[in-house]
């Protein structure tokens, strides 16, 4: 009895150890990005590479003065929200129609959409909408982003929606609600939760996305992500800045993924796992 | 007389679940559908310098069977996904049996271990950009303070593909130990209990009863991945740009330069439409897996 017992306290400091790893080989990256945008520049590039050091904002500030970085991340902004807004304005209404009839058909045809190469609707993008002179507009890019954030919102919200009881809709029905008014009246509040993290994966998910911009965007109207390269060329003798760049650009996605970590995963898996 | 009643709201509520899902689907069929059909066209097009346009037959597809690029692309793209896709499975589940065990997640452990999914793939190039400088990055450093030689990393033509899929599973090996996880979660208690009687070895245990059971999930977070993994774009894009040389140039990272880089529309439809047949066979024939691992 005393065996197992020791036994069971190994295995459970053998699982401790190993939780302990894997958090190191996680975090490190992140934890050296951040330090490395509070190194004064001269230790930036320091090799060895340095632990300790009298931490300074020269880098963020350096970042404001020579890019227009404020200006890139209100594009982002306006692009993130304008996609994640229509992405829930078309896909509440879907996500509810495909639960209640069953009939799914739309739903797959949204996350059809997302699994191909971006690449593939970029090409005849580029030629319609430089031939409409629409390149570089904020429309352009909030169509394109909403691509991304439709099929999140649906099979996000898909099985909030299923778990309404049946009941619910039917005494409204009775009482004469349309399925619109049930829609806003009734189905709307009960998956509030549900909105949020969807809302919250949407914005997540429109804010990280790369390639669209990289074309669709001009000087003007370029989000921070599309704007990395010109980070990374001042970069080149500039790390600290670099550095700056990438931790600003990570924190929003970040601080909301935090907010709604526990349905995280249910709604990554676009439903496929319970989480 | 009720009846016809009943049919005349069926009528209205069918009608009214239409409109709920139509601007869904138009927006869809509007981005998607159309602009696809419109690729498809373009694939038949060949543009000269001077932008005209004329109908070129397959001459973008039987340039593709012959173009050294394209199939140097597929290879490329081919390695970077069972890579990828290896070791993100074996780090996945090894993960997620070591959160099964622990007591329990408090929630700030679970937001830094999906830290690293969460933020965007080119910050996590960015990142690795500097931590593996040849010359002054902290990772050639951290080897050679254990007497290893350092490594060129992504600068290296036959290290860049390992070195990406390292820097792609450090960020989603996390996802699919949260998928994996789920999985655990939901297997029933007494599967273990019964093991545990009969006097099974953890080991025997989990090769046999947990492994099995939890084929289905890991599929999932497979085709998952797989989606993600034969598109790859940001990470490579952000941080080499198909090179050193061609060393990394996968077929969307082609596909996008020679669409966008060279302005060969018609060539670059070509590629991008059997990239996509690509993944659509792929997460089929990963559909048809998970069928028959289902229990």
Redesign the interface.
Known sequence: MNDAANTDRWIRWLNTLQLVLAGVLIMAPTVWMVLSSFKPSFEVTAYPPTLIFSPTLENYVELTRTTPFLSYALNSLVVTVGSTALGLLFGIPAAFAVSWTRISWPAILTLAARMAPGTLFLLPWYVMFRQIGMIGSYTALILSHAVITLPIVIWVLLPSFDAIPRSVFEAAQVDGCSVTRILWRIAMPLVASGIAVSAILAFVFSWNYFLFALVLSNGDTKTLIAAAFNFIGEGSTQWGALMAAATLIALPPLVLAALVQRWLVSGLTLGAVKG | MSDTAATLTQDR??L??????A???I??VA???F??V??IW?GFQTFSSTGKQSFAGLANYSKLVSDIEFWHGLWITIALFVLSLTLQLVFGI??AL??F??RRLP?I????????F???????G??????LDP??G?AN?ILQSFGLPPSDWLASPSLVIPTVALIDS?QWT??VA??V???LQ?LPPSVYEAAQIDGASPFKTFQRITLPLLLP?IV?AAI?RS?DL??F??II??TTQGGPGNASNTL?IY??RV??EFFN?GY??AL??T??AI??GA?LAFNRLRSAVAW
């Open positions: 509520q069918k009214e679940m239409a409109a709920l899902s601007p869904a689907v927006f869809t981005m998607i559908a602009p696809v419109y690729t373009l090894w993960l070591v959160l065990h622990a929630g452990v679970r937001s830094l271990f999906i830290s690293p969460m933020m965007p793939p080119v910050v996590a960015m990142m690795w950009l500097v931590i010359s002054l902290a450093y450090w996390p996802y949260l998928i996880l789920g999985g939901s999930t999932t998952l989606v034969l598109r774009f940001d894009y952000i969307n596909g996008f669409g966008f529309i670059a439809s991008m439409l990239l996509t993944v659509f997460v």
